[in-house]
């Protein structure tokens, strides 16, 4: 059998691991098989790219941050575009043909889901395998890549708060995660903040001063705010997310996090900073818990593979690594329910969410 791996969208720890983790199950395994690596994610199947993987590719990888493979964003709404005469989709059906594939693995987040149901719709033999630092993909309790990310905003806001004690400051930590909110939440309750701003639950400034303001009143010397990136003001839930931006960009403010800086400040008098945690969060070594469950995640889908099962992703439900049909998932997201056991635990322990 002929095995292609590729990984797609933003990147993230844990990349490396499941590749390993599916070229040594296949090596193990599975007699005559040939293992390939396609660069650049989807562009490099459009381009009809491929190089061998070997083994001295994949061994000493299980601990490397990023992709050995490259990765690329392809915006799904392009696939099925005509330019010169195909569609991307078309062209990246005929280099799976022409390599002579008999699966393709794509690693990636909700978008590169949607692009491989559209690649299996078409009769490609695709398994994916579920890659994100905003743990959003439909079907699976976790992803990888998250929990390292989970620990890096933790422990930027175990060292956050040090100075924000120092000075009496309010400090807002913005964290990645555009449309789901898992990043914050996780990391917020675990580094103790005391608001938590996420997209799932649109707040109010009014109501963020308020509690900044009642928390002081009471004796608090400092206030640590975890804000989403795509965490959005109640008033702006009507504007489509380019709108927002456009808004935003009138009043000369880049995100929503330094607009409640700004608001914060001047409304409750303390000074008030903030800190973009950004690509932070997608580099660097995986913890130990991803490594392990990249490793579950990539030996099973070379065994979902290797037994001739495709059209699926590998997910995890509960303890259990399994699978869903990618056109089962494909184009949903998994978000935070903004009345869920967490959120509501986060409210009993005093957590403000804004609202
Ligand atoms: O991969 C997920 C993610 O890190 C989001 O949390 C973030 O909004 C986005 O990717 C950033 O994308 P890019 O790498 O294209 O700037």
Redesign the pocket.
């Known amino acids: 059998m002929k095995f292609g791996i590729l990984t797609s ?4 720890s844990g990349l490396n691991a499941v590749i390993r983790a599916i070229c040594l199950y296949i090596e193990q395994n599975v007699k005559n098989a040939e293992i390939v690596g396609i660069p650049d994610g989807y562009g490099g199947l459009i381009r009809g790219e491929s190089f061998p993987l070997k083994q001295e590719d994949f061994s000493d990888i299980l601990d490397r941050g990023g992709t050995i493979l490259r990765t690329s ?1 392809q915006p799904f709404k392009m696939m099925t575009v005509a330019e010169n005469g195909s569609s991307r989709l078309q062209r990246m059906c005929e280099n799976y043909r022409r390599m002579g594939l008999d699966c393709l693995f794509t690693l990636g ?1 909700a978008g590169t889901h949607k692009t491989a149901a559209l690649l299996s719709m078409e009769g490609c033999n695709v398994v994916g395998l579920p890659k ?3 743990n959003d993909i439909y079907g699976t309790d976790v992803t990888f890549g998250f929990q390292t990310a989970v620990e890096v905003a933790t422990e930027a806001i175990d060292r956050i708060r040090t100075t924000a004690a120092s000075h009496g400051r309010t400090m807002l930590i913005e964290i ?3 449309k789901a909110g898992w ?1 914050t939440l996780h990391a917020g309750i675990a580094a103790g903040a005391d608001m938590i701003l996420i997209p799932e639950i649109p707040f109010s400034v009014d109501r963020v001063c308020d509690f900044v303001a009642a928390q002081r009143g009471a004796g608090k010397a400092y206030t640590i705010i975890a804000v989403a ?2 965490a959005v003001l109640a008033s702006e839930v009507k504007f489509k997310k380019s709108e927002r931006v456009f808004v935003r960009t009138e009043r000369g403010e880049s995100t929503v996090t330094q607009h409640l800086a700004e608001v914060l400040q001047e409304r409750t008098g303390y000074e008030t900073r903030s800190s973009v945690l950004g ?1 932070l ?2 580099g660097g070594t995986p913890c130990a818990f991803d490594r392990l469950l990249s490793s579950r995640l990539g030996g099973y889908a070379a065994q979902l593979a290797a037994s001739g099962k495709f059209g699926v992703t590998a997910a995890v439900a509960g303890n259990r690594i399994t699978f869903n049909a990618l056109t089962e998932i494909a184009g949903k997201y998994k978000l935070v329910a903004p009345d869920g056991d967490i959120v509501r635990f986060a409210k009993s322990i005093g957590i403000g969410f804004g609202v």
Not at 9 to 12: E, M, Q, V
């Open positions: 969208g933003g990147d993230c964003r987040g994100t630092i905003d990645m995660g555009n990043l990136e795509g690509y969060q997608r």
